[in-house]
T-cell receptor, first 115, second 116 residues
Framework: GAVVSQHPSWVICKSGTSVKIECRSL??????MFWYRQFPKQSLMLMAT?????????EQGVEKDKFLINHASLTLSTLTVTSAHPEDSSFYIC???????????FGPGTRLTVT | AQKVTQAQTEISVVEKEDVTLDCVYE???????LFWYKQPPSGELVFLIR??????QNEISGRYSWNFQKSTSSFNFTITASQVVDSAVYFC?????????????FGSGTRLQVQP
């Protein structure tokens, strides 16, 4: 079946550096992908909607200049956390809707730790 | 805006007990989908079920069953004869059928611990 992958699965970086997370749809095309963030023992919160060929749409309270999203192809969306700080440490999960279907295919998530 | 409420933060049961996880949702739309996901310690979400707003039939899958009641805006999940492997965080979620807004709105999750 359809699969969404994420890379890396975990990353540790120093405060002030930038980190890029990739989300790929492996056997289907996704004009839209979603990025969620999950802090420890909390729920998944939608950060932004990634749109192929156009600007991402950010949820209220999410800094678009800090969380850069690029959806350059129909199978790849990237999330770059710029100038990361310890409070950005979280579990980042991407998803893509199935073609003509309901719901989402979720990636396995990326655990980011900023020291 | 949509809202999903899972009032039970954490539930602890002993193996073989039955357990019900509650989910209440709010939406002004009449067409929507409801979901349940399991999140084990690895973090990867495991899809359990999808139900559309037109179909109020209850569903059973092995030890799992779901009770959807539009009258009370609830979509509860029951695990029969729980097992240690059922220990995880369970999320209820909702999305509208409107294809322009397909992201999921998640509840806060219920952490289930099944003791041996």
């Amino acid at each position: 079946g359809a699969v969404v992958s994420q890379h890396p699965s975990w990353v540790i970086c120093k405060s002030g550096t930038s980190v890029k997370i990739e989300c790929r749809s492996l056997d289907f095309q996704a004009t839209t992908m979603f990025w969620y963030r999950q802090f420890p023992k909390q729920s998944l919160m939608l950060m932004a909607t990634s749109n192929e060929g156009s600007k991402a749409t950010y949820e209220q309270g999410v800094e678009k200049d800090k969380f850069l999203i690029n959806h350059a192809s129909l199978t790849l969306s990237t999330l770059t956390v710029t100038s990361a700080h310890p409070e950005d440490s979280s579990f980042y999960i991407c998803s893509a809707p199935p073609v003509g279907g309901a719901g989402q295919y979720f990636g396995p998530g990326t655990r980011l730790t900023v020291t | 805006a949509q809202k999903v409420t899972q009032a039970q933060t954490e539930i602890s049961v002993v193996e073989k007990e039955d357990v019900t996880l509650d989910c209440v949702y709010e939406t002004r739309d009449t067409t929507y989908y409801l979901f349940w996901y399991k999140q084990p310690p690895s973090g990867e979400l495991v899809f359990l079920i999808r139900r559309n707003s037109f179909d109020e039939q209850n569903e059973i899958s092995g030890r799992y069953s779901w009770n959807f009641q539009k009258s009370t805006s609830s979509f509860n999940f029951t695990i029969t004869a729980s097992q240690v492997v059922d220990s995880a965080v369970y999320f209820c979620a909702l999305t509208l059928m409107d294809t322009g807004r397909r992201a999921l709105t998640f509840g806060s999750g219920t952490r289930l611990q099944v003791q041996p």
